[in-house]
């Protein structure tokens, strides 16, 4: 696997979610807009400062821009040994990881609102039972 190629396709995918382009991410993290874009096609390597800068702009911890380690693994895993192995698969477990990402990218009412709606399903799914 090309470490550098998966790190600038996650970061693309943050810019995209935060809704920037390669100019203002730039901007936020003291660099041109020609070094962000050699960072997601994967032919600049990333300093400690830069990846920290990206973290903080994007919100997210520096292990969210790097392929899942032995650990995550072991997540997935574990949630499939709690489901019994019954009808949980990892495309599931993605789904509400999903969830968890894009609960922690948005803010105030955009959260809010986000886990009342998934409350109400749960509610709507727990009355059907």
């Known amino acids: 696997m090309d470490i550098n190629k998966y790190v600038g396709n996650k970061i693309r995918e943050y810019r995209r ?6 100019t203002q ?6 660099v041109k807009q ?26 997210i911890g520096i ?4 392929p899942p380690t032995q650990s995550q693994d072991n997540e997935y895993e574990k949630a499939m040994e709690l489901d ?5 698969n990892i495309k599931d477990i993605d789904l509400v990881r999903m969830l968890l990402d894009k609960a922690l990218l948005l803010e105030g009412n955009e959260r809010k609102e986000l886990l009342d ?13």
């Open 63 to 66: 292990g969210d821009l790097f």
């Open 117 to 129: 709606q998934v409350k109400r399903a749960v509610e709507l799914f727990e009355k059907m039972d």
């Open 84 to 88: 019994g192995g019954k009808d949980l």
């Open 17 to 22: 979610k935060n809704r920037l382009n390669q």
């Open 34 to 59: 020609n070094t962000i874009a050699g960072y997601e096609r994967g032919e600049s390597e990333l300093n400690y400062e830069n990846l920290h800068k990206l973290a903080n702009v994007f919100e």
């Open 25 to 30: 991410l730039g901007e936020k993290i003291g």
